[in-house]
């Protein structure tokens, strides 16, 4: 169950990279907006960390998708 959830987070980092790179965005630039740090952008991608509440609205946001195309692969 463990890998199967870890596995559902690279899956998230790998959509937010392609939202990211959609924006034409260095990691620096698309953390300044929101309002984290590229250290963090990097693990979110990299599938190490999920991203706290207020960055994650923020990414919705910025890469205009919805919550369910970043969480769908989490609930499985």
């Known amino acids: ?9 690279v899956k998230f980092g790998h959509k937010l990279k ?8 260095t ?3 698309f953390a300044k907006k929101i309002h ?3 250290k ?3 693990l ?3 599938g190490r960390i999920l991203p706290p509440l207020k960055a994650f609205v923020k990414i919705i946001s910025l ?4 919550a369910d195309y970043f969480l769908n692969d989490l609930r499985n």
Do not use: A, P
Not at 1 to 9: A, E, G, L, P, Q
Not at 18 to 25: D, H, I, M, Q
């Open 1 to 9: 169950m463990r890998d199967t959830f870890n596995m559902n987070v």
């Open 18 to 25: 392609l939202g990211r790179v959609r924006l034409n965005l």
């Open 27 to 29: 990691q620096t630039k």
């Open 36 to 38: 984290s740090n590229q």
């Open 40 to 42: 963090s952008v990097s």
């Open 44 to 46: 979110y991608e990299k």
């Open 63 to 66: 890469c205009n998708e919805s």
